[in-house]
């Protein structure tokens, strides 16, 4: 719809009033004007009416008197002058009234009052004489006519100014009746006007009644929708994820939303019409200082240009948490400040999370750091140990050089298992899953778990009943086991109890959110709870670092929770601790249900594991030391040994026919190439060539292939032992 303009609106209402004010002062005007025309013309006539019937009365009257004179001067009976006599005075007036009124012909006029007067001087002259006795003398005067020929004068006199004061009183009567006619066509034509003056303004005021309702519509749909838009606001503020808090100009708050209310522990209510500082009581993070009035410094500041940063929020109870917040001025649609608004969150959650994250990244990197300690480590320990081995076995039970050569070795056993420890925490050991029930390990490591813990430590087990299975390494869940038993052991150096229990778990996607590093789905939960002095938050965190320990020195690696979380972390799951000072400690671990079906264990091979045919064996080693040591013991072991230097001259051996080769032996990692894709090459140029790998580093991208478990694969270090078992078993697999 298109609306009135202002402009013309106020024109249609000023412009109406005028023209209706001009048209009837006009027509009260031109009426007043034509009224007194009117008025003039009528008197006019009346006046030239009244003329005609004083002259018709006093013509006959004339005759009246004439009438008596004549009967006395006959019969001298005064009867007769009665006539006379009355008719006299009235005439005199009648004169005096014709003189003094205006007349149509004024020397007319006048000519006819000396006609009169001398028509009344005879007659008055006549009848002295008849009283005086003179007859005849009388008589005489009548018979001169004189009086009759007077008489005709006056009469065609009286009629002639008679006439003219009648047509002067019919020309004034049409003249009203025009003025007449005048003032009441005047008066339709200004009713008319008026009338469409009316109409016009009437329609004028319907428009302007409909734009008035159209603009009073506007305005409540507009405040309509403004109530709306600040009720949709109070909404969205009420119920967004952050705390608001908006003040006016002087600091006091106006609005709280619930989730401040829930920061700050002040109600709305109770809120509302304080200081912000008085709420909002902020801190600084790092030396606890009381933060500056925010609401006085955003004020301060020119434009639009918010503030954010980080406090310590003190709730009305007293705790703090820290928080990250924002603010800004407030202004209204002519740019004043009407107040301030400040947005803040808590991030206590989030800084677990960041400080959960970096601890994650801290152990990655010093997992990695490990991991490739320990591989180089594995290739001197291989050398180390398997020559240790070899002059052991060589030596007469007398030599003095059998119980040091037993030390050499003793001490390059626990060095690898120091490396299998650091393997375990960096998640590079070789594991081999198999699907297994919790339950099982738990009870085949309470008779190992009483001689560990000593009696003054009871342990109680809860096994769920109907336990789901978990694919794992049982050697390895054992010896999640027993590291966590033997530290609750030392968390209780004068007794307690260790509780443990499993608990089939399945989580939803909203459950799943409370445990970043797990996903919706089925989960088995194995933990161990103790009665020992517990931890604070600082250990906590530190729990899992490699040679990080509490205890005193001699009494503990470093690496027994280190390789907990190794082994947990390759197998897919999750660890979860709880524990304050004093309240004991529980570690959960949390490992996936599997839902593949049992495999039944494959039947013993009918050959014996260490008959040696004279197989031929190339391998392929780039460490000269690790290469020397492998082809002594499988030569010692009577195998025919290929031990070329590089893997491009063990391709160029294998592509010879003339050779023969039964088996692979090949480390993982090499120059230029890996183990894998020399094994491909190997079986192509030679299909029935068996393969078995061997190394100290096992993150290599094969073994993390699915399957990769059921390889032939030898861990650095090993011994002879070893060696002739997985070259054996290799060798007689289908």
């Known amino acids: ?55 018709e009365s006093a013509v006959y009257l004339l005759v009246e008197a004439e009438s008596g004179q004549r009967g006395y001067l006959l019969t001298a009976d005064p009867v007769y002058l009665e006539s006379y006599n009355q008719a006299r005075p009235r005439i005199a007036q009648l004169e005096a009234a014709m003189r003094s009124a205006p007349s ?146 002087t600091g006091r708050i106006r609005f709280i939303n619930r989730v401040a209310e829930h920061l700050t522990r002040w109600s709305s209510a109770q809120a509302e019409d304080r200081a912000l500082n008085e709420v909002f009581r902020v801190f600084d993070e790092a030396g606890g200082a009381p933060a500056p009035d925010l609401s006085r410094r955003l004020l301060r500041q020119s434009g639009e240009t918010a503030v954010s940063g980080s406090f310590l929020l003190e709730a009305r109870d007293g705790g703090r948490i820290p928080v990250e917040y924002s603010g800004a001025p407030m202004h209204n649609a002519q740019g004043a400040a009407t107040g301030v608004a400040i947005v803040f969150r808590d991030v206590t959650a989030r800084r677990q999370l960041e400080e959960q994250l970096r601890q ?122 027993v590291n966590l038993a033997v530290n609750a052991r030392d968390a209780m150096p004068h007794g307690g109890s260790l509780t443990i229990e499993t608990a089939n778990l399945e989580l939803d996607a909203v459950e799943a959110a409370h445990f970043p590093e797990m996903s919706a789905g089925r989960w088995v939960r194995l933990s161990l709870t103790d009665t020992g002095h517990g931890m604070d938050a600082r250990t906590r965190l530190r729990i899992f670092e490699p040679f990080f320990t509490t205890k005193e020195i001699g009494r503990g690696t470093g690496l027994g929770l280190s390789t907990v979380y190794g082994i947990v972390k390759q197998s897919g799951g999750h660890i979860q601790v709880e524990s304050e000072p004093g309240m004991g400690a529980t570690f959960s671990i949390f490992l996936p249900a599997t839902l593949e079906p049992a495999v039944a264990a494959a039947p013993a091979s009918a050959k014996s594991g260490l008959q040696v045919a004279g197989e031929v064996v190339l391998v392929v080693e780039d460490d000269d030391k690790v290469r020397s040591l492998v082809t002594s013991m499988l030569k010692s072991l009577g195998y ?55 190394s100290g580093y096992t993150e290599h991208p094969v073994l993390q292939r699915p399957g990769v478990e059921t390889r032939a694969f030898l861990h650095k270090p090993f011994t002879k032992s070893a060696l002739a078992a997985k070259v054996r078993e290799a060798l007689e697999s289908d």
């Open 1 to 55: 719809m298109k609306r009135i303009g202002p402009q013309i609106l106020g024109g249609s209402r000023t412009l109406a009033p005028g023209i209706a004010i001009v048209i009837v002062v006009a027509m009260g005007v031109y009426s007043w004007l034509d009224g007194e025309a009117y008025r003039a013309a009528a008197e006019k006539a009346e006046q030239s009416r009244a003329a005609v019937e004083r002259i």
């Open 104 to 249: 149509a012909d004024p020397e007319d006029a006048v000519r006819l009052d000396d006609l009169i007067d001398a028509k009344l001087a005879e007659m008055a002259h006549t009848i002295e004489v008849r009283r005086s006795g003179d007859v005849e003398a009388a008589l005489a005067i009548v018979r001169t006519q004189r009086g009759r020929v007077a008489m005709d004068r006056i009469r065609a006199l009286a009629t002639h100014v008679a006439e003219g004061e009648n047509q002067q009183y019919r020309a004034l009567t049409a003249s009203a009746l025009r003025h007449g006619y005048k003032t009441r066509i005047l008066i339709l034509g200004g009713a008319i006007m008026l009338a469409l003056l009316l109409w016009f303004s009437n329609r004028r005021v319907n428009l302007l009644l409909g734009a008035q309702r159209q603009l009073i519509g506007d305005l409540d749909r507009s405040r309509e929708q403004e109530a709306r838009g600040k009720a949709a606001l109070d909404a969205i503020l009420r119920g967004i994820g952050d705390a608001v808090i908006a003040t006016d100009t």
């Open 360 to 481: 994650s990244q801290k152990l990655e990197a010093v997992g990695q750091l490990a991991g490739g300690i320990a591989h180089d480590f594995n290739n001197l320990l291989t050398v180390i140990e398997g020559y240790a081995e070899m002059m052991r076995s060589d030596l007469p039970e007398d030599s003095p050089w059998r119980d040091p050569t037993q030390e050499i070795l003793v001490a390059a056993q626990r060095a690898a298992s120091l490396t299998r420890q650091l393997l375990a925490f960096s998640r590079r050991q070789v594991l081999q899953p198999i699907r297994l029930n919790l339950n099982d390990n738990v009870t085949a490591t309470l008779r190992m778990l009483a001689r560990l813990l000593g009696e003054n430590i009871e342990v109680l087990t809860r096994p769920a009943p109907g336990l789901w299975d978990v694919l794992a390494d049982p050697g390895q869940i054992d010896q999640i086991i």
């Open 640 to 694: 025919r040994v290929l031990s070329p230097a590089t893997p491009e001259l063990a391709l160029g051996m294998c592509a010879d026919r003339a050779i023969e080769i039964d088996l692979l032996l090949t480390d993982m990692v090499l120059p230029h190439i890996d183990g894998i894709a020399v094994a491909q090459q190997v079986t192509l140029l030679r299909p029935g060539v068996k393969v078995l790998f061997m």
